[in-house]
């Protein structure tokens, strides 16, 4: 509690215009006492979300989006640590952004890249989707799937497409289709938080298993109406996201299949005959599987 709260102090935004909701599961009464305990700034404040399920982070933000009062709503995790700059850079994104505007992201990046393999991979992938892939989406005009934090909303575009889908356990992927489909572009910003990255391996396999199952449920749930959401992303966008949702669960279910190749080459050769596949080409194959 003391570390998230003196992030959040660190923060260089005039107060009076600062609010910060802390939102708590109702079971987990030793953290509000923790936090009440530390004596916490008057513009932060502390809310208990309703029993009930699902018990997901979207249903919480959902009923914390009841208690903000900004026209700009933004999400930290509780181990972000923001740079004390990046509300400042947020806010200047939407004043110099088109009505269109709807969203920032600002980007992520581990504090903790040198606790063992894991946590240096993710290290790696982080840069590679916030510095590449995400500029590279935004550049082409796709659809941007938003970070789970240190993404910011106009509340009105918020509201307007009815907030988070409290069963998608992928909730900040599905928002940015949303806005997408709505016609709301969302912008990256030049700032980045850092957090903690998952460093074990049975908590890395529940996490990847969470985001998959959740990327499937967004392209299942867009893809109830084929035609409605092309006409919504238009084809540049409807291509993206199908690359998007639909390539990343493909390349993970084909895991398998690419695993049984390996192994066959390894153990009794090339499963094939083609000359082509052989020398240079083959060992670059093998070396991709």
Known sequence: AKPLLAALSRLEHPAEKLEAVIALEPDDPATAD???????????????????????KPRALNHALDFCRGEIVGIYDAEDRPAPDQLSRVAEAFAQGSGRLACVQARLAFQNVHDGWIARCFAVEYVTWFHLVLPGMARLGMPIPLGGTSVFFRRAALERIGAWDAFNVTEDADL??????????????????????????????????????????????????????????????????????????????????????????????????????????????????
């Not at 966008?237 to 990343?248: D, K, M, T």
């Open 176 to 289: 940015g289709m949303r806005l997408a489909r709505a016609g709301y572009v969302t912008g990256l910003v030049d700032s980045e938080t850092v957090e903690a990255a998952t460093k074990r391996p049975l908590a890395w396999i529940r996490q990847r298993s969470r985001w998959q199952k959740g990327y499937l449920m967004t392209w299942l749930a867009h893809m109830r109406s084929p035609l409605r959401l092309w006409r919504d992303l238009g084809t540049r966008g409807f291509i993206g996201f199908q690359a998007l949702f639909l390539g990343s669960a493909a390349a993970f279910l084909g895991q398998p299949l690419f695993w049984s190749v390996w192994v066959w080459w390894l153990l009794i050769g090339p499963p094939w005959h083609v000359d082509w596949f052989q020398g240079t080409l083959g060992a670059v194959l093998f070396a991709g599987l």
């Open 34 to 56: 923790a936090l009440r305990a530390l004596n916490p700034p008057p513009w932060v404040r502390i809310i208990v979300t309703p029993p009930g399920g699902p018990r997901t």
